[in-house]
């Protein structure tokens, strides 16, 4: 059985420092892994998707990285601002539906 | 991608009583889901919503409790059934877009029910 791990669960950082989230899996077999992000009370946006046979995506200031044969992939998020704050989430493919960690919430000051 | 609407956004409702939430996608697509996200929680699937057939339920959902309608490639309905204080989370639905298992998945913005 898939299981999803997010460490740490919890960050806050003043604006303009760069971070890394990690998220861990349990099951290397996956065909892709995606990040999200989440505000309060709100549904989730796709930030990246990372298909298996890549092991970098970027998109702007985030970049992800995947290592299937350890299980892990960074988030790594550059030049923090207060508007990145939110939860972020990976999740990866278990059938045709997706295994979610429990997310770290990033807090970034001004 | 795709762009996925819910409706209502938010509710309050009484113990006992049934909510139907509705979700609408802009494109035909073959794989939509249902995840809830309790408070403070990840988000669990509860149900795979089939185009012309029965929904597939997780382990720990129950139609009775659950039952989703998929009418066509760009609708679904999940309706909460008699609910308890304990079914106050967000539901979303979510659609995937390429190949089973392999697939990029969106969500809508998410139905935030608290059940008094």
């Known amino acids: 059985k898939q299981e999803v791990t997010q460490i740490p669960a919890a960050l806050s950082v003043p604006e303009g420092e760069n971070l890394v989230l990690n998220c861990s899996f349990t099951?290397?077999?996956?065909?892709?892994l995606q990040w999200f992000r989440q505000d309060p009370g709100k549904g989730l946006t796709s930030l990246l998707l990372?298909?298996?046979?890549?092991r970098e995506q970027t998109s702007g200031r985030l970049n992800a990285s995947l290592d299937k044969s350890s299980g892990r992939s960074t988030l790594y998020i550059a030049a923090s601002q207060p508007g990145d704050s939110a939860t972020y989430l990976c999740?990866?493919?278990?059938?045709?539906?997706?295994?979610f960690g429990k997310g770290t919430t990033l807090s970034v000051s001004s | 991608s795709a762009v996925i609407s819910q409706k209502p956004s938010r509710d309050i409702c009484q113990r006992g009583t049934s909510l139907t939430i509705q979700c609408q996608v802009d494109?035909?697509?073959?794989?939509m889901f249902w995840y809830r996200q309790q408070p403070g929680q990840s988000l669990t699937l509860i149900a795979t919503?089939?185009?012309?057939?029965?929904?597939?339920?997780e382990s720990g959902f129950v139609i009775d409790k659950f039952p989703i309608s998929r009418p066509n490639l760009t609708f679904s309905t999940l309706t909460v059934s008699n609910m308890s204080p304990e079914d106050s989370s967000i539901y979303l639905c979510?659609?995937?877009?390429?190949?089973?298992?392999?697939?990029?998945?969106?969500f809508g913005p998410g139905t935030r029910l608290t059940v008094l």
């Open positions: 979510s659609v995937g877009i390429g190949l089973a298992g392999a697939n990029e998945q969106f």
């Open positions: 099951d290397s077999a996956i065909y892709n």
């Open positions: 990372i298909q298996s046979s890549q």
């Open positions: 999740a990866v493919p278990q059938g045709t539906a997706l295994i």
């Open positions: 494109s035909q697509v073959t794989m």
């Open positions: 919503a089939n185009q012309g057939s029965e929904a597939t339920y």
